[in-house]
């Protein structure tokens, strides 16, 4: 696919994507310099593994994220899996984000390693956007040391579509560098839509590509040409609409730059499956912890919280429960999903447990009042769970406040609850993100 060779104003080409290269493994990289040469992956090493990011030198195996561990051992023996590392991660998107804001105001993270950023504001300095997509991207190199592909043009659809063919490619064995920065002319936004799968389009996930497929939409153009009506049917009216739309070339979202992150979660698949109601209650009481820590040091609340179960025969379940009141306490969101929990289990036994939350408010525009209605006796099983957490919320505020700046001020084990008290001592040192990858493997 050959790019125009005319480069475009920003008003030509307005939203630029910018999307970090094997993010999680270039950062393992760059902390260990001795395995810059050698096939790296991030990811859970057990046999309940998955790889998370792997560097080109594992992609010329066959070795991609979302692979089984030991799948990809398999393809590349001499493969090196480490496991993440959430909050080194955190602090090269927060500097990534740092040098993004320096260029633009107005730009979009989505997760750690990708940024939309909006252009338009920018013509009285430099009325490029080429330019602007090779400076953004040699500064990111020079001063962070990571590489990326960057995509320019009229709507967000195709900017992220052009991130990812400037990136480099596997090919036979071997990888091809890529361009670095992709513009989509007018000429190659028409080749892409008559060329691609749909599999290429944002919001095209494994299950729905293949509900597209079995309706014979394999390319994107066999989609343009659908009636919306007939695919809501099959797909819903929301996400049909967008679709089709999409493989018309239409994308009307707007860069959001106060965007905030949708969710907050924590997931961990166990080397060993979980059986029983206390045993998984007292896991899903660290990933309660978890969330409540994350939702405390960004000042929020959430109202919605949905619990995730995954079986060992690998069906996964969820629920949710919608809240008339924000909570950010560990008890006040293990009671909500415990009970949430406990619906799904029914005595099988689990591999996979996540708990996630959303819909937030600012934690000060969060008044919650105690609830006087609850007959029965705090604490026993017959207490209503959304009564139980409002109480817990309610009468634990001052408590939360006082560890949380002990913690700061001394560290995470200087202080803790009760239900935080093992036989080990304090468990909180349990991070986001940790075993979101499966199990590491047990030490021979």
């Known amino acids: 696919m050959s790019n125009s060779p005319s480069r475009p104003t920003v008003d030509q080409a307005p939203i630029l994507h910018i999307d970090l290269d094997a993010f999680f493994a270039s950062v393992e990289i760059l902390d260990n310099p001795s395995l810059a040469t050698q096939p790296v992956a991030v990811g859970g090493s057990g046999d309940r593994g998955v790889v998370a990011s792997a560097n080109y030198e594992a992609r010329r195996f066959g070795v991609r994220s979302g692979m089984s561990s030991a799948m990809a051992r398999r393809r590349c023996p001499s493969l090196v899996m480490l496991p993440g590392r959430f909050d080194r991660y955190e602090e090269y998107s ?65 900017a ?18 890529g361009r670095g920065v992709v513009w989509v002319s007018p000429e190659m936004e028409k080749q892409w839509l008559d060329e691609l799968g749909v599999r290429a389009l944002w919001g095209v996930g494994p299950a729905t590509a293949a509900k597209l497929e079995s309706l014979g939409l394999v390319k994107v153009k066999d989609l343009a040409r659908v009636d919306e009506a007939s695919l809501a049917r099959h797909l819903g009216p929301s996400l049909a609409g967008t679709l089709i739309g999409f493989a018309r070339g239409h994308d009307p979202r707007e860069v959001e730059s106060e965007r905030r992150a949708k969710s907050i ?18 896991e899903l009481r660290g990933h309660a912890g978890v969330v409540a820590r994350a939702l405390r040091a960004q000042g929020i609340v959430a109202k919605r919280l949905s619990v995730i179960v995954r079986y060992d025969d690998l069906t996964q379940v969820s629920r949710s429960q919608t809240l008339p009141f924000g909570i950010d306490d560990d008890q006040a ?7 949430l929990v406990a619906s799904l289990v029914g005595g099988r036994s689990i591999r996979l447990l996540g708990l996630h939350v959303s819909v937030f408010v600012e ?15 705090p604490g026993t099983p017959e207490e209503d769970p959304v009564a139980l957490s409002r109480r817990r919320q309610t009468n634990f505020d001052a408590l ?45």
């Open 94 to 158: 927060s500097r990534f984000h740092d040098i993004v804001r320096d260029v633009t105001p107005v730009f979009e993270p989505l997760g750690l390693d990708e940024v939309f950023c909006e252009l338009r504001g920018l013509r009285r300095l430099r009325d490029d956007s080429v330019g602007i997509g090779e400076d953004l991207r040699d500064r990111l190199f020079r001063e962070l040391g990571l590489r990326s592909g960057v995509g320019v043009a009229r709507n967000k659809l195709f």
């Open 160 to 177: 992220k579509l052009a991130s990812k063919a400037a990136k480099p490619r596997t090919d036979s064995g071997r990888v091809e560098e």
């Open 265 to 282: 979660g924590h997931e961990e698949t166990f080397a060993r499956s979980l059986l029983g109601a206390d045993e998984i209650s007292a």
């Open 333 to 339: 969101i293990h009671a909500v999903a415990d009970a």
């Open 363 to 377: 934690r000060d525009e969060n008044p919650v009042q105690l609830a006087f209605d609850m007959s029965a006796t």
């Open 400 to 444: 939360r406040d006082a560890i949380d700046e002990v913690r700061t001020r001394f560290g995470a084990e200087a202080v803790g609850t009760a239900g935080e008290l093992g036989s080990d001592g304090l468990t909180v040192e349990r991070q986001r993100g940790s075993h979101a990858f499966g199990p590491e493997a047990a030490e021979s």
